[in-house]
């Protein structure tokens, strides 16, 4: 079922790179785009957007070898405020985005780390919730509580894993011989809500525009770093939940390049 496997994959991704990709010429673009006074912008957008993550690897080591400069340090001298974070956060392959995001965070600078698990945290609350339910005659509720309404669900997606290895059963199952009534009730329904992660990063997304102002962080974060495993299932469950586009709240929300460049990453509605 493999086939199966990447096929799923490949529908939900938004940036699938230049099948007919050739670094050289893109350096190229790339550098007339930055090259004397002002900048061309949408030559930017229309290069950096349309390329997958390790495409635009390739595209920076190029221009260092043809012009003997930083691409990323380039963008940065030319571009500025959140079209400048958005081409940036693009130039980062994905393990290094993460964490630099995750390092940011933790000095303080971001209010939203839903999207970083911690595998030693994970494992330990996997632990906690065997040894409060299925070890013990009994059950420690407060547990089961503490952990299961103060994690992200991103977070609670390992947990649920490393639950599965060391119960040898769900944690759906665990909760409906542990608990009952009401309880068992919300829980399951966290577990259910959990287990959706598509509709997770669309309310990250829905949250990232709704009233006023944008947290362009969480917007630009979610983006970037789903627009290359599924994003376009995400967009799918936004739609579900808030019966409007993806990309209309953005048009609506955003402006300038910095808009075209997300419309860009997120793809059409069709």
Same mark, same amino acid.
């Given at each position: 079922?493999?086939?199966?496997?990447?096929?799923?994959? #490949?529908?939900?991704?938004?940036? +699938?790179?230049?099948?007919?990709?050739?670094?050289?010429?893109?350096?190229?673009?790339?550098?007339?785009?930055?090259?004397?006074?002002?900048?061309?912008?949408?030559?930017?957008?229309? /290069?950096?957007?349309?390329?997958?993550?390790?495409?635009? #690897?390739?595209?920076?080591?190029?221009?260092?070898?043809?012009?003997?400069?930083?691409?990323?340090?380039?963008? +940065?001298?030319? @571009?500025?405020?959140?079209?400048?974070?958005?081409?940036?956060?693009?130039?980062?392959?994905?393990? +290094?985005?993460?964490?630099?995001?995750?390092?940011?965070?933790?000095?303080?600078?971001?209010?939203?780390?839903?999207?970083?698990?911690?595998?030693?945290?994970? @494992?330990?609350?996997?632990?906690?919730?065997?040894?409060?339910? !299925?070890?013990? #005659?009994?059950?420690?509720?407060?547990?089961?509580?503490?952990? %299961? =309404?103060?994690?992200?669900?991103?977070? @609670?997606?390992?947990?649920?894993? !490393?639950?599965?290895?060391?119960?040898?059963?769900?944690?759906?199952?665990?909760?409906?011989?542990?608990?009952?009534?009401?309880?068992?009730?919300?829980?399951?329904?966290?577990?259910? =809500?959990?287990?959706?992660?598509?509709?997770?990063?669309? !309310?990250?997304?829905?949250?990232?525009?709704?009233?006023?102002?944008?947290?362009?962080?969480?917007?630009?974060?979610?983006? /970037?770093?789903?627009?290359?495993?599924?994003?376009?299932?995400? +967009?799918? !469950?936004?739609?579900?939940?808030?019966?409007?586009? @993806?990309?209309?709240?953005?048009?609506?929300?955003?402006?300038?390049?910095?808009?075209?460049?997300? %419309?860009?990453?997120?793809?059409?509605?069709?």
């Amino acid at each position: 079922m493999a086939w199966w496997k990447a096929w799923v994959e #490949q529908e939900g991704v938004t940036v +699938k790179g230049n099948p007919h990709f050739n670094p050289e010429p893109d350096a190229e673009t790339l550098y007339t785009a930055m090259k004397g006074i002002g900048t061309n912008e949408q030559a930017i957008i229309d /290069v950096l957007t349309k390329r997958s993550s390790a495409q635009r #690897q390739q595209i920076a080591k190029a221009y260092k070898s043809r012009y003997g400069k930083d691409l990323t340090e380039t963008l +940065k001298s030319e @571009l500025s405020g959140k079209f400048e974070r958005l081409i940036i956060a693009l130039m980062y392959p994905p393990y +290094k985005y993460e964490a630099k995001e995750l390092h940011d965070a933790m000095k303080g600078s971001r209010d939203d780390v839903s999207g970083f698990v911690d595998p030693g945290l994970a @494992l330990q609350d996997a632990q906690d919730l065997y040894a409060a339910g !299925e070890k013990i #005659q009994g059950t420690d509720e407060m547990k089961f509580i503490t952990i %299961l =309404c103060t994690r992200s669900a991103t977070h @609670l997606m390992r947990v649920f894993d !490393e639950y599965q290895k060391i119960a040898n059963k769900s944690i759906e199952d665990s909760i409906k011989s542990e608990t009952h009534g009401s309880l068992e009730e919300a829980m399951l329904t966290i577990v259910k =809500c959990t287990r959706n992660i598509h509709s997770y990063f669309a !309310e990250r997304l829905y949250y990232s525009m709704k009233g006023l102002g944008t947290r362009d962080g969480t917007l630009i974060r979610n983006i /970037v770093s789903r627009s290359e495993i599924d994003l376009n299932l995400i +967009k799918n !469950e936004f739609k579900k939940l808030y019966g409007k586009s @993806l990309s209309s709240m953005i048009m609506g929300d955003t402006s300038g390049d910095y808009k075209t460049a997300l %419309l860009n990453l997120v793809g059409s509605d069709s």
